[in-house]
């Protein structure tokens, strides 16, 4: 029998829990045959509402997560970014592997569930001066950046140093902000004894929120719950404000007012990624539309769930018009998306989707939640209990939640542990060492960055199309890479060390600020480049 091939982008909740559903589905014996493939930009799924608690260092990174591979029994998972979608061929392109190898992948349905990304292009130097909180490494981020913050105003002598480290600042009082700003309250109280130059009225701690309320997806009276659980442990709420720019000493807001501070959380301005912006698809509202039985609309088995995908939801006045972008939301799209691959397939009908939202909860922090379940309302240590065992039962995989679950109990008998891992990227501009015969460069790769040799000598073979190989030996002071990444190109060439050799490496984002800012390299440059 042939096999249908399904092509899942994404490992989060919308691509993770279709290919399981699909998965489980089609093991119950339905009559054809599956190859499912799911492609991820990381190897594991994330439990995004439990990000905050890693920031906090309630959860250790590790522990809040779980390998596709260990939840994907029986479907094929890829690691590699996806850049385009060839509809005509029905071909996926990526690039994968440490060197960015371009591949095509064949499908017969395609699951878009990239959801979205942080787009803070509108405020000015928030891209580079605020942290965001979408996965793990911002987690652990800020985690570190809190701690080097506090060891920082323990021991300077400058008020005004001491003041900036000491101002915590979340712009967006939603979901993720709330417990964001909830777990950054409760880690700092409990590693302030630990510092003796800090006083607790030194530390502040500011949200800023666009809405009249916080919570606004929430009952109004929980809404003030949740604002007042803040303000009673020490959290400024500033409601109608909106952020406006940053620097690396201040945020501005709409109104005019300055924050000094060096850490600003931003929660807000989700917006499409470059790969779904390259699709060649009309987007609404920064998503994919798609019909009520999630098929993007226009196209014949390529599907889009989760946040990536503006989903209609059946005429209810009660309801809103499309599926809010949430975790619970993802995970029931998935299964109904499984049950219509799995109909398409067979010549059967389609089911619209539909969901009834069993409750809505938010973690604050403290020991202290609010919650609307089945229609009941329910707050502070019941409402956090809920929470906890609410998210230990949708966790994937019984490993994770035994880890989690062991997580929280020990944090409740153990201080905060305030180790400082300092920065773990690797250097922008770093020398690499190849031997006789190693290669450096293959054709059809994304440059890695700007090389320049500074010993030994190597071989570069160039292929370019409609003519024939062209060799040059590359010498100490040669450069290469430069022109490649300036016409957003793949690598001709190959390029193969004739001795062994030593090259520096400037990497590629690294270098495009460089050359961006700095036009006499490029002329220098172009001069020279291969
Ligand atoms: C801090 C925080 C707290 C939250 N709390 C809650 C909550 O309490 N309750 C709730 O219901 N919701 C919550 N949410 C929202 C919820 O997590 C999202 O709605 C949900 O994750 C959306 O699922 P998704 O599959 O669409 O996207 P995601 O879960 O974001 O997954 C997208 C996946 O696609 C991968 N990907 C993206 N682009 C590519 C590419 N080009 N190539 C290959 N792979 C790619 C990503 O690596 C990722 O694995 C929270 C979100 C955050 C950030």
Request: aromatic share 8%; proline share 6%; with cysteine.
């Amino acid at each position: 029998m042939p096999k249908t091939k399904v092509v899942i982008i994404g490992g989060g909740f919308g691509g993770m829990f279709t290919a399981r559903k699909l998965r489980k589905m089609w093991r119950g014996g339905p009559g054809i045959e599956l190859d499912i493939e799911l492609i991820s930009k990381i190897n594991y799924f994330v439990y995004q509402p439990l990000l905050p608690e890693v920031a906090a260092g309630t959860l250790n990174p590790q522990d809040a997560v779980t390998p596709l591979r260990t939840l994907l029994k029986g479907v094929h998972v890829r690691l590699a970014e996806v850049t385009g979608v060839d509809l005509d061929a029905k071909q996926v392109v990526l690039l994968q592997g440490q060197k960015k190898i371009l591949q095509r992948v064949d499908y017969d349905h395609l699951v878009i569930a990239t959801g979205q990304v942080a787009n803070l292009s509108a405020f000015p130097g928030f891209e580079n001066h605020s942290l965001t909180m979408k996965d793990l490494s911002d987690a652990y981020r800020l985690r570190n950046h809190v701690i080097e913050c506090m060891e920082m105003a323990d021991v300077t002598r400058f008020p005004d140093i001491k003041a900036r480290a000491l101002t915590f600042v979340v712009a967006g009082g939603g979901f993720s902000g709330v417990e964001t700003m909830g777990e950054m309250a409760e880690m700092i109280a409990r590693i302030l004894p630990q510092y003796p130059n800090i006083r607790r009225d030194e530390i502040r701690l500011l949200m800023i929120q666009w809405d009249p309320r916080i919570l606004p997806e929430l009952p109004e009276h929980l809404s003030e719950y949740a604002l007042k659980q803040l303000q009673q442990r020490g959290v400024e709420v500033w409601l109608n404000t909106g952020i406006k720019s940053a620097t690396n000493q201040s945020v501005c807001t709409s109104d005019g007012r300055s924050i000094n501070t060096r850490t600003i959380v931003t929660t807000i301005g989700n917006g499409p990624s470059e790969f779904v912006k390259s699709l060649p698809i009309q987007l609404e509202r920064g998503r994919i539309p798609v019909t009520p039985q999630l098929e993007v609309v226009g196209l014949e088995n390529v599907w889009a769930i989760g946040d990536a995908a503006l989903i209609p939801l059946p005429g209810d006045p009660n309801k809103p018009a499309y599926a809010p972008p949430t975790a619970q939301f993802a995970t029931s799209e998935a299964n109904t998306l499984a049950h219509n691959i799995l109909n398409r397939s067979q010549g059967k009908s389609l089911k619209a989707f539909d969901h009834k939202s069993s409750g809505i909860m938010a973690s604050l922090g403290g020991y202290r939640g609010a919650a609307e379940i089945y229609g009941q309302r329910v707050t502070g240590l019941l409402a956090w209990m809920i929470w906890r065992m609410a998210y230990i039962g949708m966790l994937p995989g019984w490993a994770t939640r035994i880890r989690v679950a062991l997580n929280w109990m020990f944090d409740y008998f153990m201080p905060r542990t305030i180790v400082y891992m300092g920065d773990t990227d690797r250097p922008a501009t770093r020398y690499l060492h190849y031997a006789k015969g190693e290669n450096v460069q293959r054709a059809n790769e994304v440059p890695a960055g700007f090389y320049v040799v500074v010993s030994g000598s190597l071989e570069q073979v160039l292929q370019r199309p409609d003519s024939d190989p062209h060799v040059n030996q590359l010498l100490p002071g040669d450069n290469w890479g430069a022109r490649a990444m300036k016409e957003e190109r793949l690598t001709h060439g190959t390029i193969t060390a004739l001795e062994d050799s030593k090259l520096l490496l400037v990497q590629r984002q690294d270098f495009k600020r460089l050359s961006n800012a700095f036009e006499p390299l490029n002329e220098l440059l172009s001069k020279r480049d291969s």
